[in-house]
């Protein structure tokens, strides 16, 4: 149980086009979802949080208007680059917590975006 | 200083062997502990978790916390080609957020 399906898995796109990546609770209600990004030989970086119906809460450094947050339900999230850059090229990750348990955190299994 | 440190390696070692991983950390406030394995071009899974202080065990893997020292560990028994891959800790405090810091992943190679 506890599932997260993330999609598209591989995308490549041409620069200064706007990219949507889409995350769904299969198997639960995910209030919160989490938002990372990841560099090759690097660790998770952290972009935002998201609760569902409200804005996005972004770290420091992220900027709100070109990784924009949707999480307007309990079972999806979408995060969309918007006018890609080769700079933005990372693997992206969602996760979502799972309040019923202590350790609840589930991934999806990550898109890999290309900016040619 | 980073709040979690992790050797990123890489480790390689032979099929049947001990691994040993391990992470430090600089923030007191933390209570929950976790290992996960991420394969490449995937999502992280997790492994293990502890809270507090303490050892925890899982079939071939065995987790350890030591509070006091602000070192956690993540021993794999036996070891074998398939655990290849990069392992990270994570770890949070109690607050209602519980906000994931990550270590920068150590990467394992099992040489059959």
């Known amino acids: 149980g506890a599932v997260v399906s993330q999609h598209p898995s591989r995308v490549i796109c041409k620069s200064g086009t706007s990219v949507k990546i889409e995350c769904r609770s299969l198997?639960?209600?995910?209030?919160?979802m989490f938002w990372y990004r990841q560099f090759p030989k690097q660790s998770l970086m952290l972009m935002a949080t998201s609760n569902e119906g409200s804005k996005a809460t972004y770290e420091q450094g992220v900027e709100k208007d070109k990784f924009l947050i949707n999480h307007a339900s309990l079972t999806l999230s979408t995060l969309t680059v918007t006018s890609a850059h080769p700079e933005d090229s990372s693997f992206y990750i969602c996760?979502?917590?799972?309040?019923?348990?202590?350790?609840?955190?589930?991934f999806g299994s990550g898109t890999r975006l290309t900016v040619v | 200083q980073k709040e979690v440190e992790q050797d990123p390696g890489p480790l390689s070692v032979p099929e049947g062997a001990i691994v040993s991983l391990n992470c430090t950390y600089s923030n007191s406030a933390f209570q929950y502990f976790m290992w996960y394995r991420q394969y490449s071009r995937k999502g992280p899974e997790l492994l293990m978790y502890t809270y507090s202080s303490g050892n925890k065990e899982d079939g071939r893997f065995t987790a350890q916390v030591d509070k006091s020292s602000k070192y956690i560990s993540l021993f794999i028994r036996d070891s074998q080609p398939s655990d290849s891959a990069t392992y990270l800790c994570?770890?949070?405090?109690?607050?209602?957020?519980?906000?994931?810091?990550w270590g920068l992943g150590t990467s394992l190679a099992v040489n059959p």
């Open positions: 994570a770890m949070s405090d109690a607050g209602n957020n519980r906000k994931l810091i």
């Open positions: 996760s979502a917590r799972i309040w019923d348990r202590d350790y609840g955190y589930t």
């Open positions: 198997d639960f209600q995910a209030t919160t």
